[in-house]
């Protein structure tokens, strides 16, 4: 008599044949990345979900070149990456929250490192056995540098420098990320100052030599400070004026030195304007690529040496009235 039971062994063969899938719920975002569109999803997302077509490419949005002073780069993938492209793509779809972070990290990483390029330089002699460096008058190592920050506006090439450089073009970058919206600029804005850190410290110990932690993370400590009260200094500047916003500068990028060449600082004035103007008109997506290249402020010399109409304008005292020394309008 055949029995009706059926094996352990036959049941586990017929599950291997036909599995039982789970049914899956689609995954639904509670808030979109982008703040110009609301259809467009985050950033990350964006490009996972509308990869463009290979025939007919649609057109990214891209700055104009000589008036933004940055570049987007536009760069197809390799046909190898379709494969990849498509398990990111459902990986994304799955735990779109999850990966979040790590687009912010991996697009930050690619910001700061651009950043720190445009004012880079070195140190040959540290790279010398029983070469001595040489020092500022300050005590500071003197580096060679190269671009438009120190051969035309003549600024040192030092660790300090540099890092208010650095900041000087992280901070433009803030500004922007606080176009995100609330719930994730905070994630871009700190993985961002992680990775400058990352990069100041990577710089001690490669072209410094300083192997001391201790001796590193009090300088890291500084840098902290700094980049507080450069923020409150730029902000404010942005809010009241050009000329707030110089004092901001000539304070941090030529740390306070009473021969200045006004003319050099109202170029990077006038360079940090047209860099924030640019900004407004790039999408989120375009950002957070990370894809981006900064010129320099060299070209903003004819703009400077144009005579404000405010120069005939009479100064006034607090109470609206001519100040001593000055003649009414006509």
């Not at 492209?85 to 999850?98: D, I």
């Not at 720190?116 to 005590?139: C, H, L």
């Not at 409150?232 to 030195?257: C, H």
Request: with cysteine; charged share 25%.
């Amino acid at each position: 008599m055949a029995s009706k039971r059926v094996c352990t062994a036959c049941q586990r063969f017929g599950r291997s044949i036909n599995p039982q899938r789970p049914i899956q719920q689609p995954f639904t975002a509670q808030r979109t990345f982008a703040t110009t569109s609301s259809n467009l999803g985050r950033a990350g997302k964006y490009y996972l979900d509308n990869p463009p077509p290979r025939a007919t490419p649609r057109p990214s949005p891209k700055p104009d070149i000589e008036d933004a002073k940055i570049t987007v780069e536009s760069k197809d993938p390799p046909p190898e990456a379709n494969t990849t492209h498509m398990m990111a793509q459902e990986l994304r779809r799955r735990a779109t929250r999850t990966t979040e972070t790590y687009i912010a990290y991996g697009a930050t990483e690619m910001l700061v490192k651009e950043c720190a390029r445009v004012g880079n330089y070195s140190i040959p002699q540290t790279q010398e056995k029983g070469v001595e460096t040489p020092k500022t008058k300050d005590g500071e190592d003197l580096g060679v540098g190269e671009g438009w920050w120190y051969t035309e506006l003549g600024l040192t090439p030092t660790f300090s420098t540099w890092a208010q450089i650095t900041f000087l073009h992280m901070y433009l970058l803030i500004a922007r990320l606080r176009c995100f919206p609330a719930d994730h600029a905070p994630t871009w804005h700190q993985h961002l100052l992680d990775h400058f850190f990352y990069e100041a410290e990577d710089r001690m110990t490669v072209v410094h030599q300083i192997y001391a932690r201790g001796v590193r993370s009090r300088y890291l400590k500084d840098l902290f400070i700094q980049w507080r009260g450069l923020m409150a200094g730029y902000d404010e500047g942005l809010m009241k004026g050009d000329a707030v916003l110089a004092t901001a500068v000539w304070r941090n990028i030529f740390k306070a030195d009473e021969e200045v060449d006004l003319r050099k600082l109202a170029e990077v004035v006038s360079y940090m304007r047209r860099v924030l103007r640019t900004f407004d008109s790039v999408t989120d997506e375009v950002i957070a690529t990370g894809r981006i290249k900064f010129g320099d402020p060299s070209s903003e010399t004819a703009l400077v040496s144009v005579e404000s109409k405010m120069m005939a304008v009479p100064f006034t005292d607090e109470d609206g009235q001519p100040a001593a020394g000055t003649k009414k309008a006509d």
